[in-house]
């Protein structure tokens, strides 16, 4: 492979890729040869015993992927059926096509009998094409190659999918495997994208490293986050090291009745190796400190008792419990104000999205209803596409912003996008995001930048997560169970599950 397996492109930086992988000598014939040779053998490693495979050709590229695929299948012997939808509307769909039936194969009509005659469906319908929801009848056969459970590898992009938002707008096809070309695309990897795409895997098509291709790369809309890039940039300690040296997180919550949150945030900023960590809450919520004696616990009453702490604190944690009452508004109001480094969280970033403002040095770290507060847009409109909704909060804000959920994506301007797609649903569970600003804020006390820190706790807290479900199962898992794997990864254990 000749392309990182970590860059993410969109739709129009794959094009621009495309374009110069023929300006340096590729035809676009090749090309798809290329990738339906490439997709036929990623078929064959997946399923060794299929021999009966249905291939869906939709009018463009994507169907032509189709086509070759179907002629190779046929030439080693499979029984291929082949459904194609429409003529192809380019040369070399065209082309494809012609050389499919002269090696024997016939053009069929869908039907649901054919589906359940297959023991593998191959998509090749639509590809990165879709912008908006799928039209009939391809919606309708889509759902028909849904309900038939039959296994399905998807070509490039499951038909339906956006490639850029990871929205399926209308529904998509279900696969159990995803071959996709020249660069991975962030839409495989966030909002639904996973649920669709199942296993990815990524064929360059030996797009090689000449000139023509490294300005596209260049350009590159972002990249997935991974251990080798987390271990280059974890922040690192010297033998001498003392724990004034490695920084004082104060974490600001637990409002009444929410003590427990900013408890969280604190075990995970020690296991993360924060030299200090203090508690500043509601006084109902003091007695909780009492289940981690390493962490330094303060009833605040009155803002000027929080401005007396803030100066001893090099990283605020502002909002695990924090509710929303006077008291609540108070302190962030006074924690704000300030120009040292923050991660703002939960009931934080409620306040924020009440009364917004620029805040240089901050992480962000909403989920997707907190997000939809802080852009005055729904929940909903944030999942249609994560990366704008992150890549506007960034910008809107002037700080590092982080997107939960599944594909998380961090955002800061002028820097590429960063992806997680580690972790798993079983992270769906209270105090989970208490814990990551815990994460966050301990590596920024440690020296990492805002945008290094976001990065590194992301992914540290969605594997550990990945390992604690490994140990122990994913559901069910509490936000605590992070916290031995926590103190593995800082430490540059590996992470292998």
């Not at 009452?325 to 924020?352: F, P, Q």
Request: charged share 20%; glycine share 12%; net charge neutral.
């Amino acid at each position: 492979m000749n392309v990182s397996q970590h860059l993410l492109c969109k739709t129009d930086q794959i094009r621009l890729l495309e374009e110069a992988m023929i300006a340096s000598g590729r035809s676009a014939e090749a090309l798809m040869e290329a990738a339906g040779r490439a997709a036929f053998r990623a078929l064959r490693q997946r399923w060794p015993r299929a021999h009966v495979i249905t291939v869906y050709c939709g009018k463009g590229n994507n169907g032509g992927d189709g086509y070759v695929l179907a002629r190779i299948a046929k030439n080693a012997g499979l029984w291929v059926r082949m459904v194609s939808l429409g003529e192809p509307a380019t040369p070399e769909a065209l082309a494809a096509k012609h050389r499919a039936l002269s090696a024997g194969l016939i053009s069929e009509n869908h039907s649901n009998e054919l589906l359940n005659k297959t023991q593998i469906v191959v998509d090749a319908l639509l590809g990165i094409g879709v912008s908006g929801s799928v039209r009939e009848p391809l919606a309708s056969l889509i759902g028909e190659i849904n309900q038939s459970e039959t296994p399905c590898l998807s070509l490039d992009v499951p038909s339906g999918l956006n490639a850029d938002t990871g929205s399926a707008r209308g529904g998509a096809v279900s696969a159990e495997m995803t071959v996709t070309f020249i660069c991975n695309k962030p839409g495989l990897m966030t909002g639904e994208g996973p649920d669709y795409a199942g296993q990815v895997i990524l064929e360059d098509l030996q797009a090689g490293s000449g000139a023509d291709i490294e300005q596209p790369l260049l350009q590159a809309w972002g990249f997935r986050l991974d251990e080798k890039w987390v271990s280059e940039n974890m922040p690192g300690r010297k033998e001498s090291a003392h724990k004034g040296s490695a920084g004082h997180v104060l974490v600001v919550g637990g409002g009444p009745g929410m003590a427990g949150a900013p408890i969280l945030a604190g075990v995970a900023a020690l296991r993360m190796g924060a030299g200090r960590v203090s508690i500043a809450c509601h006084p109902d919520s003091h007695s909780a400190g009492g289940t981690c004696p390493e962490l330094m616990v303060r009833a605040v009453r009155d803002k000027e008792e929080m401005s007396r702490l803030l100066a001893n604190a090099d990283v605020l944690v502002i909002g695990p419990g924090l509710g929303q009452t006077a008291w609540a508004k108070e302190m962030y109001d006074v924690c704000v104000e300030g120009t040292g480094r923050k991660v703002i969280d939960a009931d934080g970033l409620n306040l924020l999205a009440r009364n917004p403002r620029t805040l240089e040095r901050s992480i962000l770290t909403p989920h997707p209803g907190e997000a939809g507060r802080l852009a005055a847009i729904s929940p909903k409109k944030v999942q249609a596409n994560r990366p704008e909704a992150i890549e506007e909060l960034a910008s809107r804000f002037n700080a590092t912003c982080v997107l939960k959920g599944a594909g998380t994506l961090v955002a800061q301007s002028g820097y590429p996008v960063m992806l997680c797609n580690r972790g798993h649903a079983g992270m769906a569970t209270p105090g989970m995001g208490d814990v990551l600003s815990g994460i966050i804020g301990a590596l920024m006390a440690q020296g990492a930048t805002a945008h290094l820190a976001a990065g590194i706790g992301v992914w540290c807290h969605a594997v550990a997560a990945d390992l604690a479900g490994a140990a122990a199962g994913r559901l069910g898992m509490c936000a605590s169970d992070l916290n031995p794997y926590l103190r593995k990864l800082r430490s540059g254990r590996p992470v292998r599950e």
